[in-house]
Each structure stands twice: as structure tokens, then as C-alpha cells.
């Protein structure tokens, strides 16, 4: 069963950021999908069996807070 997550991101603002959260979320099991919208700083992530303290870490790997 597919799920689905979001995340408010609040210190991206350019591309760079937004790459980096996307990869260091893409490389969390069970990720199919990551969506990031710089200008309303949300992050959508789509896949199956989900962990949202895996997600989180993933977001302050990349060096971000997520909310």
C-alpha cells in the first residue's frame, strides 16, 4: 500500500538544497518518489512502509529541519 508524507522544509532556497534533500531522501528503503517545492518549502515523499524518523534524518543529513 503506497503512502504518502509532507514536509514543510523551511531553509531551502535554491536548487542545491533542493537536490540534496531529494537525494538524501531518495537513498531511504521503501522511498519511490520525492517531491520538493522550493517556493512553499514543501517536500513530498511517496512509497511503501514509510519511517518518519528515517525521513527526518534524511532531512538533517542534507542539513535541514524538517517540520
Same mark, same amino acid.
Given at each position: 500500500?503506497?503512502?504518502?508524507?509532507?514536509?514543510?522544509?523551511?531553509?531551502?532556497?535554491?536548487?542545491?538544497?533542493?537536490?540534496?534533500?531529494?537525494?538524501? !531522501?531518495?537513498a /531511504?528503503? =521503501?522511498? &519511490?518518489?520525492?517531491?520538493?517545492? @522550493?517556493?512553499?518549502? !514543501?517536500?513530498? /515523499?511517496? =512509497?511503501? &512502509?514509510?519511517?518518519?524518523?528515517? @525521513?527526518?534524518?534524511?532531512?538533517?543529513e542534507?542539513?535541514?529541519?524538517?517540520?
Amino acid at each position: 500500500m503506497s503512502e504518502r508524507i509532507t514536509y514543510t522544509v523551511a531553509g531551502m532556497h535554491c536548487g542545491h538544497c533542493q537536490a540534496s534533500v531529494k537525494e538524501e !531522501l531518495e537513498a /531511504v528503503a =521503501g522511498v &519511490g518518489s520525492v517531491e520538493v517545492d @522550493l517556493d512553499t518549502k !514543501l517536500v513530498v /515523499v511517496d =512509497g511503501e &512502509g514509510l519511517d518518519d524518523a528515517r @525521513l527526518r534524518a534524511a532531512i538533517e543529513e542534507a542539513g535541514y529541519e524538517a517540520a
